[in-house]
C-alpha cells in the first residue's frame, strides 16, 4: 500500500488538514515554507494509508448531552464500543443537543456545546 503523508493544523473542532504529500521531507519542508504555527503544542505529519480499510477496533467513548435551553449539562458517561480510530457524532433533539467521542471527554463536551450553538444560531436567524 501507498503511505501518504497529511500535515494538520489545530485539534477538536479546529482541526484541518492543510496538504498532503508522498513524503515526510516534502511535509516538513511544506511546514517549513509556510511557517506553520501549529496549536496544542504538536507539530502534525499524520502517516495515513491509501486505499487501507478503516479497522474497527473496541474502545472507550464518551458521551455528552446539554440542555439547549440552559447550557446545562445533563449527562455525561464513558462505555466501550467498537468504532474507527477517531469516532465522534452529534445531533439534537427539540430539547437536547448531544455528542460522543472516541478522543475524551472533554471532545465530548467541546462536540455538544457547538452542536448547542449551532442550534441557537439557526434559531436567531430564523426569527
Known sequence: ????????LGCYSDYSIN??????????AFI???KIDLCCGQRDIEEWELDELVKHTAKTVWFSKIDIDSGDIGSEKSYQKSCPPR????????????????????????????????VLRLQKASK
Open 1 to 8: 500500500m501507498k503511505t501518504i503523508y497529511v500535515v494538520t
Open 19 to 28: 496538504g498532503l504529500f508522498s513524503t515526510p521531507e516534502k511535509a516538513r
Open 32 to 34: 517549513e515554507k509556510n
Open 87 to 118: 469516532y465522534t457524532t452529534a445531533d439534537t433533539n427539540s430539547v437536547h443537543a448531544w455528542s460522543t467521542s472516541s478522543v475524551s471527554q472533554e471532545h465530548a463536551r467541546k462536540l455538544a456545546v457547538e452542536k448547542r450553538q449551532e
